[in-house]
């Protein structure tokens, strides 16, 4: 029997009820916005699902597209009320990592639980949040390295890459020691490390306890 795949289906009428693909949750035809080359008119997402996209698109694949220099940009207006969603996200992958970040400055060295392309786009955030002046999570060692590089120090986020991938099963502790295990190892090659703690660097820069 030939099935039909475009065009609207005569017997599903706008009031009937619609299951989104990507929660699974079945709703009513309003909460699907209208998508004419479906057969069942409507997007294959709720309404909410595509919200909680357009936040993970905002906010994590290209955040810097939500920006402006004055402080009025959409991340700024909404950046606590999705905060609890980001997080959620960033805590739904648990495939710990360590990873490294190239400059002409030297290379920094993190790990990370979330999955690869959020952790990245936070980096993006937290510099171009210190770019404008809040602090909250400045990295010094790297985003003064970005500060030399001006406009390219997009670039240089570019370079992140994975060094080695853990059980789920480890703690932050492990993960941290593999970190630091990678930082003596660089460190040992003489490669210029823009990590303070872990590093010869964070014995130099330390404040005493009060
Ligand atoms: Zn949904």
Same mark, same amino acid.
């Given at each position: ?8 289906? $005569? ?32 997007? $294959? ?9 357009? %936040?993970?698109?905002?906010? %994590? ?36 990592? %360590? ?17 690869? %392309? ?21 990295? $010094? ?66 404040? $005493?306890?009060?």
């Amino acid at each position: 029997m030939a099935k039909q795949n475009r065009g609207p289906i $005569p017997h599903l009428q706008p009031s009937e009820f619609h299951q989104c693909l990507r929660c699974k949750k079945t709703k009513s035809a309003s909460e699907f916005y209208k998508c004419s080359s479906r057969p069942t008119l409507k997007q $294959p997402h709720c309404k909410a699902c595509n919200k909680e996209e357009g %936040v993970f698109f905002r906010h %994590v694949l290209k955040p810097e597209y939500y920006w402006s220099e004055n402080g009025t940009g959409y991340f700024e207006k909404d950046y606590r009320k999705t905060l609890d969603y980001y997080n959620d996200y960033i805590r739904a992958d648990k495939v710990p990592f %360590v990873y490294s970040i190239e400059t002409p400055s030297g290379i920094y060295i993190g790990c990370s639980r979330a999955l690869f %392309v959020v952790r990245k786009g936070r980096h993006k955030i937290d510099y171009m949040r210190y770019v404008r002046g809040q602090k909250s999570n400045f990295i $010094p060692g790297l985003h003064k390295a970005f500060d030399k590089e001006g406009e390219n120090w997009i670039e240089s986020l570019e370079t992140m890459k994975i060094l080695e991938t853990f059980p789920k099963s480890f703690t932050q502790s492990e993960l941290l020691t593999k970190e630091r295990g990678y930082i003596k190892k660089y460190e040992k090659q003489g490669i210029t490390l823009l990590n303070i703690a872990g590093t010869k660097n964070h014995v130099r820069t330390k404040t $005493p306890k009060p």
